[in-house]
């Protein structure tokens, strides 16, 4: 008995040791960055400390006053809300057809769209460009949305497929019994207990959305334009770093991410945990 009680408290231990490490490991870098943003700037490089202090707002200050940072970040939240818009639109409604209606090469359809979610980037940006190009659609916040969405929509019908097959078709199926059309059946019965599925899709396309760097920086050339990745990419020059306002920069970038996961976070948990069924 007192063997089997030091195991126990022993793989504890571990436990709590493990997830303590990983904690610090993950957190450590958004510390650091949110402390750097914080710091005065004529100490930030004579002092090297985990202690936060002095405190001042003079990197926010200077980031807003001598860069287009508002800019950036009217273009990113124009950006990102119409992709997310987008892709909940339309992978709602692929993945509802694909688990709904008696369709030929269903399956071919999810697996050619996971499939595309698969591919790098960098690798589908250059060809996308060539074609925007073509279209008279180059340096345009257009041709970034449909870049994004070509990895938004197929991780968003993907997770909402398995989402609506573990749904009931029953209630369904007795919504329409009742009178209602299959299209009033999926206003009224389906989407409104789909929503911590397309929570998920959501925060997932804005969060790809948010922080793109690579079709941002190939589809978008003036900087007018620009979003906030590459906005505070031109920050960094060839004699000087600035630091101090680079860190209130990505600090602002994640203030929506931090606020979306707060409010959301139920919704996110129980989506993702639905979409992970076994199909």
Same mark, same amino acid.
């Not at 002092?47 to 990197?59: A, D, K, R």
């Not at 949305?145 to 991780?155: A, E, F, V």
């Given at each position: ?15 709590? *040791? ?17 402390? /750097? ?49 987008? *892709? ?16 030929? !090469? #269903? *399956?071919?359809?999810?697996? *050619? ?38 990895? /938004?929509?197929?991780? !968003? ?7 609506? #097959? ?59 334009? #620009? ?16 630091? !101090? ?25 129980? !989506? ?8």
């Amino acid at each position: 008995m007192r063997n089997e009680l030091e195991v126990s408290l022993s793989s504890r231990l571990a436990l709590y *040791t493990a997830m303590l490490v990983t904690f610090v490991y993950c957190f450590f870098p958004v510390y650091w960055m949110l402390v /750097t943003s914080v710091r005065e700037p004529k100490v930030l490089y004579n002092t090297v400390s985990l202690i936060p202090g002095p405190f001042s707002l003079e990197n926010y200050r200077l980031l807003l006053a001598a860069t287009d940072y508002p800019t950036w970040f009217a273009n990113s939240v124009f950006v990102a809300t119409v992709t997310v818009l987008i *892709t909940l639109v339309f992978s709602v409604l692929i993945a509802y057809s694909v688990t709904r209606l008696r369709m030929r !090469g #269903k *399956t071919a359809i999810i697996g *050619t769209m996971l499939l595309a979610y698969m591919f790098p980037p960098l690798l589908v940006a250059i060809p996308l460009y060539t074609i925007f190009a073509q279209l008279g659609l180059a340096n345009t916040h257009l041709a970034l949305i449909i870049s994004h969405c070509t990895i /938004t929509l197929p991780l !968003g019908v993907w997770l909402l497929w398995g989402f609506f #097959k573990q749904q009931p078709i029953d209630v369904e199926e007795a919504a329409m019994v009742d009178g209602c059309s299959r299209l009033a059946a999926f206003f009224r019965v389906v989407l409104p207990l789909s929503l911590p599925g397309i929570t998920t899709v959501a925060i997932f396309s804005f969060l790809l959305s948010w922080t793109d760097y690579t079709f941002a920086l190939v589809m978008i050339d003036s900087d007018s334009q #620009k979003t906030l990745p590459v906005g505070l990419e031109t920050m960094v020059g060839q004699y000087e770093l600035r630091d !101090g306002e680079l860190m209130a920069g990505t600090s602002l970038i994640a203030l929506p991410l931090l606020a979306l996961f707060i409010f959301l976070n139920r919704y996110f948990i129980h !989506g993702l945990a639905a979409g992970a069924i076994k199909r």
